[in-house]
T-cell receptor, first 112, second 119 residues
């Protein structure tokens, strides 16, 4: 069975600074990897996904993620954070049955 | 595109009553929908997979008689929490699988969630 670890529970970053959220996965085959963002009381919005091909994936809102098979990682990055990026971020891994396993999430706080 | 709605967004009910939550894919057909439960400050836990025209598949530990799922059409799935109790209070989120081009590119689109409070 697949699993996801997000080592950072909470990250605080200054507006305009860069952001990196860590994600490590465990899965026996080639994983399907996703990053979702959740604003308070809201559902999840897909930021980006990786299925195959280029290991650097571009997403919405200026986010990107890099798949590193050797490290079993799929870290999310943004060069310059905006106050509106404050939210909960979830990494997820999917299997062939389309079920998703989510990490515990990382809360991002943006300070002025 | 790929919008999923849920209704109601919030519901408060008395212990022992049943509550129905609807999940609709508004601009695409969803042969598969998923139901998740999220506790405060925690991740999403998959409860069940709902396939149109067939019985739902429940994850281990989820009571199928308590959480009734019906996927009556390609755009609608419902979750009914029967005889609700305070411990059922949670944030319930559905997702719908959109086939964008071959099985390997499926993406799940999530609804905004339903906050259930059982008194």
């Amino acid at each position: 069975a697949q699993s996801v670890t997000q080592p950072d529970i909470h990250i605080t970053v200054s507006e305009g600074a860069s952001l990196e959220l860590r994600c490590n996965y465990s899965y026996g085959a080639t994983p399907y990897l996703f990053w979702y963002v959740q604003s308070p009381g809201q559902g999840l919005q897909l930021l980006l996904k990786y299925f195959s091909g280029d290991t650097l994936v571009q997403g919405i809102k200026g986010f990107e993620a890099e798949f590193k098979r050797s490290q079993s990682s799929f870290n999310l990055r943004k060069p310059s954070v905006h106050w509106s990026d404050a939210a909960e971020y979830f990494c997820a891994v999917g299997a062939g049955d389309y079920k998703l396993s989510f990490g515990a999430g990382t809360t991002v706080t943006v300070r002025a | 595109g790929a919008v999923v709605s849920q209704h109601p967004s919030r519901v408060i009910c008395k212990s022992g009553t049943s509550v129905k939550i609807e999940c609709r894919s508004l601009d695409f057909q969803a042969t598969t929908m998923f139901w998740y439960r999220q506790f405060p400050k925690q991740s999403l836990m998959l409860m069940a997979t709902s396939n149109e025209g067939s019985k739902a598949t429940y994850e281990q530990g989820v009571e199928k008689d308590k959480f009734l799922i019906n996927h009556a059409s390609l755009t609608l799935s419902t979750l009914t929490v029967t005889s609700a109790h305070p411990e059922d209070s949670s944030f319930y989120i559905c997702s719908a699988r959109s086939v964008s081009g071959g099985a390997l590119t499926d993406t799940q689109y999530f609804g905004p969630g339903t906050r259930l409070t059982v008194l």
